[in-house]
């Protein structure tokens, strides 16, 4: 006695089921991690709204790829060719049009929406943000001025942290509250990206006379931790190390790093640089006085040997 043809069609698909469970079973990812589709973790609630654009819009995605993957192989395995005879036309079915119309006319509507209200939500900027800080831009490096900080000695110059060659600059910033980014170029374009934010802005030689949107804003950093920045736009020979560190603090230690900032250090006449500051209020791990997820490059090309040696 021979299989029925719906066994015979269920089989496949039971087969091709369990080879996707045992795939996905087989990769060791938790529940979070397999509805993340590959979108790294952010910090930021303006990362997690995209995170979640990003998971529903391949969850539409693949609801839709399951209902034209079922349609084809339902005529592969029922409408195969089994005489010369012409089958039924469908060409001007009415109902089906409309159906083939409306109903992708609404996918697209919703993931518009959607989509359009998560931009808005991550290009918000409020009227009072907690911390302002002016990101400056140049060839090959980066400057972080803290305007609403004033040195005790000089109340017209704010705090500043400025990387050199031998130093990548430390973006210091407080937990739990929100921060706004003004930036700027003294030179070329470049770009101020933060992978843990999911947001990158390029960052423009005077911006404002060239009527750029030239700011943005986090809601919050929801973690402390240590974090790798970096431009992400050609901007030169050295691009590739262009690199800067945010390091997150908890809000009581970010208040004391910039009260250490403001002041003048005993030891050497100066006022507090990050570094001193950081070793100064000694708080562990994220009081490294340097950067643990990159590290300086050389740009003086002068003291650079070809490979191979020379003289």
Same mark, same amino acid.
């Given at each position: 006695?021979?299989?029925?043809?719906?066994?015979?069609?269920?089989?496949?698909?039971?087969?091709?089921?369990?080879?996707?469970?045992?795939?996905?079973?087989?990769?060791?990812?938790?529940?979070?991690?397999?509805?993340?589709?590959?979108?790294?973790?952010?910090?930021?609630?303006?990362?997690?709204?995209?995170?979640?654009?990003?998971?529903?819009?391949?969850?539409?995605?693949?609801?839709?790829?399951?209902?034209?993957?079922?349609?084809?192989?339902?005529?592969?395995?029922?409408?195969?060719?089994?005489?010369?005879?012409?089958?039924?036309?469908?060409?001007?079915?009415?109902?089906?049009?409309?159906?083939?119309?409306?109903?992708?006319?609404?996918?697209?509507?919703?993931?518009?929406?959607?989509?359009?209200?998560?931009?808005?939500?991550?290009?918000?900027?409020?009227?009072?943000?907690?911390?302002?800080?002016?990101?400056?831009?140049? /060839?090959? #490096?980066?400057?972080?001025?803290? +305007?609403?900080?004033?040195? *005790?000695?000089?109340? !017209? $110059?704010?705090?500043?942290?400025?990387?050199?060659?031998?130093?990548?600059?430390?973006?210091?910033?407080?937990?739990?509250?929100?921060?706004?980014?003004?930036?700027?170029?003294?030179?070329?374009?470049?770009?101020?990206?933060?992978?843990?934010?999911?947001?990158?802005?390029?960052?423009?030689?005077?911006?404002?006379?060239?009527?750029?949107?030239?700011?943005?804003?986090?809601?919050?950093?929801?973690?402390?931790?240590?974090?790798?920045?970096?431009?992400?736009?050609?901007?030169?020979?050295?691009?590739?190390?262009?690199?800067?560190?945010?390091?997150?603090?908890?809000?009581?230690?970010?208040?004391?790093?910039?009260?250490?900032?403001? /002041?003048? #250090?005993?030891?050497?006449?100066? +006022?507090?640089?990050?570094? *001193?500051?950081?070793? !100064? $209020?000694?708080?562990?791990?994220?009081?490294?006085?340097?950067?643990?997820?990159?590290?300086?490059?050389?740009?003086?090309?002068?003291?650079?040997?070809?490979?191979?040696?020379?003289?």
């Amino acid at each position: 006695m021979g299989l029925k043809e719906g066994t015979r069609a269920a089989r496949p698909a039971k087969v091709g089921g369990l080879v996707g469970l045992v795939g996905v079973g087989a990769t060791g990812c938790s529940t979070e991690e397999v509805m993340r589709f590959g979108w790294p973790v952010g910090v930021t609630p303006q990362a997690e709204a995209m995170r979640e654009l990003w998971t529903w819009s391949v969850v539409a995605a693949l609801a839709v790829g399951v209902i034209v993957w079922g349609l084809i192989l339902w005529s592969v395995a029922f409408h195969r060719k089994k005489s010369e005879e012409l089958p039924r036309q469908v060409a001007y079915n009415l109902p089906l049009e409309i159906v083939l119309v409306v109903v992708p006319t609404i996918i697209v509507a919703v993931l518009f929406y959607f989509t359009a209200v998560t931009q808005n939500y991550v290009i918000r900027e409020t009227d009072d943000p907690d911390v302002t800080v002016d990101v400056i831009g140049f /060839q090959w #490096n980066w400057e972080f001025r803290y +305007p609403e900080h004033k040195l *005790e000695d000089n109340a !017209e $110059l704010p705090v500043s942290t400025v990387g050199t060659p031998g130093e990548i600059p430390l973006l210091v910033l407080p937990q739990g509250r929100s921060i706004r980014f003004n930036l700027e170029s003294t030179d070329v374009i470049h770009s101020f990206f933060v992978p843990e934010f999911h947001f990158k802005r390029d960052v423009f030689p005077e911006p404002k006379k060239n009527n750029q949107d030239n700011s943005f804003e986090i809601e919050r950093i929801d973690r402390t931790g240590s974090f790798v920045g970096r431009c992400a736009e050609l901007c030169g020979t050295y691009h590739a190390v262009m690199n800067f560190e945010v390091r997150a603090l908890e809000q009581g230690d970010f208040d004391r790093y910039m009260d250490l900032r403001k /002041q003048t #250090n005993e030891a050497t006449g100066q +006022p507090y640089t990050a570094a *001193e500051a950081l070793t !100064e $209020l000694d708080c562990g791990e994220l009081c490294t006085p340097y950067a643990v997820t990159t590290k300086p490059f050389d740009t003086d090309r002068d003291a650079r040997q070809a490979s191979g040696g020379g003289n």
